[in-house]
């Protein structure tokens, strides 16, 4: 999940209609539990300690929660908004960057009131964020073929901690080697890589790609994987990781399909309460996948982060 904001031109993804379910589903449904926030999930107080430019249009923003935080999975988020009326009223949701300690960093690109506000923060401006929500990404274990991570603009803010926890083992499982994570990272043109000396100061391997061929090979992420396919500088056997644009990941999601690879995708969704209430964030389910007793999932409590085997986004437009 990136940074979405009131004035993004992103659609949400629509509702679909309810399906007709056989009969020998119907007790699944019955069964189901419904989604509901994490339970380490909480309303807190925060003071900004900095803001950093980052690129073209993005900063880097650094606060301090009142309470302390024990360290959270990468690709989670929080709902994040100022205490003073320069905020809109409702929260935005913003992928945590890097932890600290008790301090959090934030990637933001900025393009609306939301992000605008949070942009113009000095040390000591009152924060309230409502976290950490979501499930992040699954884990990212070396036991396995290789990671690949494809980022396309601000869609890399959940990968650094990714990177971080993967090097050092994630749920007991047997740690990543820094060969077995390659970075995607894709923007329009250079200065909206954001961050990227940081990434690549990580250890794993990243590569980057711009519409505009200012940095690394033209062309977007999955010509990028494409060419590395063709040079054999990948294997053909990785496993996917993917945030970004919502049709980089339809592409993605049709890639991971059309070449039997397991996949996950990070959703930059709208979403107005962040903890499943209001059902502004759904995201289409896979019939015959694991969340497939119900027509759509909630992204901000079942998500952001989903496998290409529970939900789809090629025909939700």
């Given at each position: 999940m990136g940074d979405p904001d009131q004035n993004t031109v992103r659609r949400p993804l629509p509702h679909r209609a309810p399906r007709a379910v056989p009969l020998d589903r119907r007790k699944d449904i019955l069964s189901a539990s419904m989604p509901a926030p994490p339970p380490d999930a909480r309303t807190l107080t925060a003071k900004a300690v900095s803001v950093m430019r980052c690129g073209d249009d993005g900063v880097i923003l650094r606060i301090r929660p009142d309470s302390a935080l024990p360290p959270i999975r990468a690709a989670r988020f929080f709902m994040l908004r100022r205490e003073d009326k320069l905020s809109p009223a409702i929260p935005r949701p913003f992928s945590i960057y890097r932890q600290d300690g008790n301090e959090l960093e934030f990637l933001l690109k900025v393009m609306g009131p939301g992000t605008s506000a949070l942009a113009a923060c000095t040390p000591g401006t009152a924060l309230r964020l409502i976290g950490p929500l979501g499930n992040g990404w699954p884990a990212l274990d070396g036991d396995g073929p290789p990671w690949v991570m494809l980022a396309g603009g601000i869609g890399s803010a959940p990968f650094y901690m990714g990177?971080?926890?993967?090097?050092?083992?994630?749920?007991?499982?047997?740690?990543?080697?820094?060969d077995q994570l390659v970075l995607l990272y894709g923007a329009a043109r250079r200065g909206m890589?954001?961050?990227?000396?940081?990434?690549?100061?990580?250890?794993?391997?990243?590569?980057?790609?711009?519409?505009?061929?200012?940095?690394g090979?033209?062309?977007?992420?999955?010509?990028?994987?494409?060419?590395?396919?063709?040079a054999g500088a990948v294997p053909r056997d990785v496993r996917l990781l993917a945030?970004?644009?919502?049709?980089?990941?339809e592409a993605t999601e049709h890639l991971a399909r059309d070449r039997g690879l397991d996949c996950w995708l990070s959703l930059e969704s709208l979403m107005g309460c962040g903890v499943g209430i209001c059902n502004g964030c759904p995201v289409p389910t896979v019939p015959e996948g694991p969340m497939g007793a119900w027509p759509n999932a909630k992204c901000c409590v079942e998500g952001p982060v989903f496998s290409t085997s529970a939900i789809t986004l090629a025909h939700a437009h």
């Open positions: 990177i971080e926890q993967a090097l050092r083992g994630m749920d007991g499982r047997m740690a990543a080697r820094r890589l954001y961050d990227i000396d940081a990434f690549r100061s990580l250890g794993a391997r990243v590569e980057a790609c711009t519409d505009d061929g200012s940095l090979f033209r062309g977007n992420v999955l010509e990028l994987l494409e060419s590395l396919w063709s945030c970004g644009p919502e049709r980089m990941l």
